[in-house]
């Protein structure tokens, strides 16, 4: 209020000053005259012919209204001058007109011939300035002319023109919403524009006026993406944000595959988290994720939408754009739409604009620490870069605190404990408190730290300010919570500290561990009690609410010593001002207090007070924050923002994609007729013509947009037909175990849903139908790995552990060996979910698979949803789940019932990083048990090593189980040969592998492939000329048919017309570099670079053939 | 979008405010004021205030909040960004940006940001579109103004806002034709109290002042164009041919712009100019501390580093520090604790320093913290990270320009924790 008539008093002292300024005038030198009189004379000013008193009469008018002043009852003296020749004085009149026009609505009419005479002018620029002015009148009587006027600019020849009929119309729906439906028309036709200095214009009135007409957009889509890069920056952010919620309503998720994982890795915060909260949610986790499993069942295994990667490849540049909020809008449609693999580059830009203005940094901060929690990886690298100034503001201090606290994990650790140490340092106390907070969330987020953040916040303790030392308390009692029983030393010394603190907080959290843990320090506790009941009723509220907590606590431990002192608090209780504290001591000694009245209770009055208490569970106050769209207001403040357009969640099935096909054959002759660019009236709305340059690229375009349309659908055949074909036999095997293997799972498990096991078995029937086989077997097997990934497996055939970098992975198996005591925790967890383990891990011995992959495997999945965004442009995306082959090392019949298959599952080989990793799948089709599955007498070529698979004790008839084995093939394709001993049989087998299976990925930029390829050239290329597959022209099926033949990760490469893809070996480590470059007419060369030539040669027939086929 | 737009200074004035749409009480300020006393520093005030029925989002740029008022969702950066473009304009068009030099202008500063924007949304941004449309005052033309009564409109129409190049204003002339670019590099970091560096990184813009007549189109190419790792343009330049040549290819605007901002890449090391030594001590128990600091060169490649500042935020309980400099002059502060030493150049064979003592309040206790130490400094004719342009060629146009490139090298965010 205070400030309010402050400025009030204000008003009037500028005023003062600004006649001071205009005293020199000659004209109006009456500078002690009254404001009435002051007004007279800029009248007369304004009714004077002379241009330049007219001018000054405006400007002084203007500084008026500039300083807030009120200027309205000049009005008819100004308006009058609206058809005034001098522009500057016109322009002047304009600024008035628009400010006071909805108070004077009736004078403000006289101006509205004048602006209707400018929309007829010839000029393409005062018509716009005319429609400009027009629709800025907030005047409802000449809506119905606002109405006309912007339906013929949006029909104007000028883009110019159209641009400023898109501005108006959110004018006039603010005016009057009920021309709503009449708008709408305009914006569609107006959508159709194919200028660059429309497009942004129009989609800010469409985001106004009718953001839920997404149907407006379809015909219009493409052109938008292509246009994009070339319209102004504004018009960019709009256009961006708008096209983010168009796709999250039109494309599938990307990331459908990784969603399981997610959950996963959801499962990560909690393993690290407390045990506590995976117990209470694991049954609701279990429910939901059976419901996902289930609507996965439906799925087809994803394909983007070439539709979606346009957009995805067009908004791409703009990272580099100058303007923060375009490279923001980007950011954010990249992580609400990339697959997980591509969302790293926006990581980049995001970093770049850290070094703008602290109100930029402020916002990008904000969202950079909510991606943190999804998507840590993304970021780990730039770790530095939120290293603290001292000069920096505080509250963006608190924001980066906040991004390293969620980057931190077991590597980086130490690194960020030894910043905070200085940060704790810092003379900014409210970000010292922050950084303790961030010391103690770091801790429970990572249990290898945690004594060490414990030791260094006692320590703090010491610390003479008292906000750091309250914070430290209020810290450590969080942190204490979690393991009481080790910790009764610092209990003791933080019992000390009740002297001295006075925080109110702190004070409360002493009281309340004290009370807590009063076993731990028996002879402490009856003590600090004396001391708060002296010093009871000068304390605060919680800190007495924790006296009389602390008080019953000890009452009903130690009653002997405080009985007395207790009645004493009590008693000062019920005689207190606050109602609370009356109240509670009231119910307290009604509960602990044994009286005649008192009723059950009071027997359980120790189990109610002493209960163990859940550790508490610090977490991000960003969690959560992405359901809404980042970058947005709503966001920042994590409130719903009025006019906030929901993100709506990705559809379950893909709507029509035809949609967005825009029919060209009717546009081509209308083009070249409109070519001539005559004519200004046109029949056909949704096809303006114009004569403007940008007219030229429209054929073109629209050329563009078919064959883009065109190569969407041959793509789609494409790979459904590939899926099909070449791998159908290998699927159909793979199936026909799947399936054997489902029901048997469904056997055991009563709990899984039964709607989901019928229509699993129908299309298990429709499987064995040969027609209808590709699209459901499909579904089957994604249904299948997602089950494997939900359950963990390591070897599971799920593609996007394949993209996983060797270094990730032993940095995981690192962290896995050093984390034994998260052993049972897991163990637990496995048994719950057996049902979905049974096809890796035999279920009647479930020690078979040593504990130290188990646990790695988990690990594996768990930080999947972090790794994976490390490796940008991964095939994690485009690699088939059918990519995996199976091969037949045992057959039915030769094996007397007993059917062993392999495959090679791409996943590094834990125990021994040289070696490959072959997973074996053992049915026993035979009507007896099957006993001690073993391997013996393994015949190798020199320099060959096999790990042999754990023994399976039994495998009862009719079940299948599976093992891991290890071989090192020394980068060579001779065939690994042993026995396969039952209890009863042995039978000799040989396990040969195809040269694209002794290579493991390697991740790297395109930079490094150059370089990499240019020190292969010579001997070590081999290059190869093939016409590729009618169905393999594209490159997507390229991606697909090069990943299945070797297991190699593509590289990101500029150029769409050709592929890269890299691997080492698994033994030698050497390059393996491939190169698919794509000609006309499905001609393409292929390059192979290796170090070991013969590797290269095999590779080159293996990848022409499937090339080729 | 945008709805009104208010001007407050230091002192907390509404010294101006413009509507968009229908006019907003300036009564919503009540609640920048209470979040502007909730923050103990000017930079603290958050930037987006939710109020009631608006939203309140602001910047500071030389003391003068720029407060926007939003009624419904926007993207926040989306404002931010548009401020500060309005900030840059008024210094463009004003030299510089202050309370006095908007009030004087205060038409000027109306008829632009009229032209900015339209019904709250950016419409015409670019300077030299603006430019067009507004002529930037000057004290000639003021003069010429208050005698021939005539205006600083333009009287041509915005032809600018129709052309394919937005950015270059058509029929430009010039006698002497010249372009000149400089390469300025910033070097950040963090060097921890042992001297090593904890972090450092380079960033670099090329600004560039062209006045070429007539519509050039210009190409720059760079030697080792691979030390760019993350680049944003100004939009004049051509991604396309960057992406496949990495070579710069314009039209460039006319007069000043930034042509380019870069990140140097963080694998190549960063050569780190100048070392600190200090020594700052506070003993228990007595009230006076010791403050001891000498700078050096290191990797400056022959080159003489000039301008040297240091700053440094002494802890709250110093009272006064006596200090010896033994080059440059040393200012200390003692309301804001701020120590600066205006040190000047470097030199190799005689280190410059600062020693002496600091007095601590009676009966204070020893500070817990350390206070750290902010260094500026310039070296020129040099960029750190070693880029170098190749060469520049023009097209389109006959004449031969004149062409100069400069480099220079400072400190940005350049830190020394002790």
Redesign the interface.
Known sequence: ?S??S??ND?KGG?SSVGEAEYAYDPVSGKIFSSDYNRHDDLKEMLDSN???LK?EAM?RI??M????KNASDLFPAVVKNVACK???VK??V??YLV?YA?EQQDLALLSISTFQRGLKDP????RASAL?VL??I?VTIIVPIMMLAIKEAASDM???VRK?AA??I??LY?LDPEQKDQLIEVIEKLLADKTTLVAG?VV?AFEEVCPERIDLIHKNYRKLCNLL?DV???GQ?VII?MLTRYARTQFLNPNINESLLEEGSGGDKTFYGSDEDEDEDDDEKEKEKKAEAAAMAKRKPYVMDPDHRLLLRNTK?LL??????V???VAQLYFHLAPKAEVGVIA??LV?LL?S????Q???LQNVATMTIKRRGMFEPYL??F?I???D???IKVLKLEVLTNLANETNISTILR?FQ?YI???DKDFVAATIQAIGRCATNIGEVRDTCLNGLVQLLS???ELVVAESVVVIKKLLQMQPEKHSDIIKHMAKLTDNIQVPMARASILWLIGEYCEHVPKIAPDVLRKMAKSFTNEEDIVKLQIINLAAKLYLTNSKQTKLLTQYVLNLAKYDQNYDIRDRARFIRQLIVPTEKSGALSKYAKKLFLALKPAPVLESPFKDRDHFQL????H??N?K?????ELPDWPEAAPDPSVRNVEVKESVPEWTKCSSREKRKEKKVEKPFYSD?EGESGPTESADSESDSATASDSRSGSEESGSGSESESEEDSESEEEEEEKKSKKKELKKPVQESESEQSSEEEDRKPEKKSKQQKSDSESESDEDEESESESSPSESEDSESEAEVKKKKKVAESKPPSKPVKKEKKEMSLLDLDDFEPAPSPQVTPVNTLLSNSLVTDLEGLSLSDSVLSPATIAPSSALKNYELLHRITGEGLTVEYCFSRQPFSPDANMVAVQLQFTNNSSSDTKSLHMEDVKLQSGMRVKEFPEIELLPAGETASAVMGIDFCDSTQAANFQLCTHTKKFFVSIQPPVGELMRTVFLTE?EFKKEQGQLMGMNEITEKLTLDARCRNEHAIVQRVTAAANLSRVPC?SDKECRFAGRTVTSSSLVLVTVATREEGAAQLTVNCEKMVIGTMLVKDILLALTQ | ?IHSLFLINAS????????W???VS??V??YF??AQERA??P??V???I?TPHH?LI????HRIYFVAV?????????V???L?RVVDTFQDYFGVCTEAAIKDN??V???LL?EML??G???A?ESNILKELIKPPTILRTMVNTIT?S???G?Q???G??S?V?WRRTGVKYTNNEAYFDVVEEI?A?I?KSGST??A?I?GVIDACVKLTGMPDLTLSFMNP?LL???????CVR?KRW??ERILSFIPPDGNF?LL?Y?VSSQNLVAIPVYVKHNITFREGSSQGRFDLTLGPKQTMGKAVESVLVSS?L??GVLNANLNPSQGTYTFDPVTKLLTWDVGKINPQKLPSLKGTMNLQAGA?KP?????I?IQFKIQQMAISGLKVNRLDMYGEKYKPFKGIKYMTKAG?F?V?T
């Open positions: 209020m400030a309010s402050a400025f204000d500028s002379k241009d330049s001018l400007k203007v500084a209204i500039a300083r807030g001098n522009i500057e322009k002047l304009y600024v400010r909805e000029n393409q620029l005062i400009r629709s800025s907030r000028s883009p110019y400023t501005h108006a959110p004018k603010s214009s800010m890069i102004e920056e504004w952010v944000n540049p580099q754009s100058r303007n923060a909020a490279v923001m809008a980049k830009a770049r070094r203005h602290s109100e930029v402020f916002v990008v530095k870069s290293y100034r001292s000069t503001p505080t509250q910043e200085t340092k810092s003379m610390n003479r300010d970058g947005s207001l709503s920042l403040l409130a923002a009025g006019g906030y357009q340059s930079n500029g | 979008m907390g004035d509404i010294f101006l405010e413009k509507h749409k229908s006019v300036r009564s300020c009540d004021f209470e103990t520093e930079e603290n958050p930037p987006v939710s939203y602001s910047v500071l740029r939003i009624q419904s969702e926007v993207p926040p950066l989306f931010i960004e548009f500060h205060v038409v500063v109306y008829e009229e339209d019904n949304f950016p419409l941004t009564g205006t600083n409109v009287e129409l915005p032809t806002q129709l394919v937005p950040d963090i921890d904890i972090t990184e960033q691979r790792d993350d680049v944003s343009f100004h939009p991604f992406e496949a930034r901002s990140h935020q802890p709250r206790s817990d913290e350390n206070p750290t902010n965010k830190q924790r």
